[in-house]
């Protein structure tokens, strides 16, 4: 049985953004792809913010979205984890109902 597909949002701080995507383009085998976009977090755990950041209330982040199979988000976590000790990285895992490409 195909693992069912599930999307993985991860949401990490713009410091170690080179990090995080050479770690992701590395994971072997080969993820099916993801989109990366900048943002602005907002929240108490602002740990990792700088003075500027901590002024204005919001730290500067960057978001990871895929698409991938349920059977592989362990790999990419642990991937991830093990790249970026200590890090303050928040993520989630939502259910997709359908995927596809418009031909």
């Known amino acids: 049985m195909d693992s069912p597909l599930r999307k993985l949002t991860l949401v990490c ?3 170690i953004q080179p990090t995080v995507l050479d770690t992701l383009d590395a994971i072997d ?3 099916p792809g993801y989109t990366s976009q900048d943002g602005l977090g907002h ?3 602002m740990d990792l913010a700088s ?3 901590k002024v ?3 730290m500067k982040v960057f978001t990871v979205l ?3 199979p349920e059977n592989a988000i362990p ?4 991937t991830i984890r093990q790249a970026c000790p200590r890090r303050q990285i928040s993520y ?3 259910p997709v109902l359908d995927f596809g490409r418009l031909k």
């Open 66 to 68: 895929m698409v991938l």
């Open 75 to 78: 790999l990419v976590l642990e």
């Open 51 to 53: 003075t500027a950041e």
């Open 13 to 15: 701080p713009k410091s």
């Open 56 to 58: 204005k209330g919001a």
């Open 92 to 94: 989630w895992i939502e």
């Open 43 to 45: 929240g108490s755990s």
């Open 29 to 31: 085998p080969p993820l």
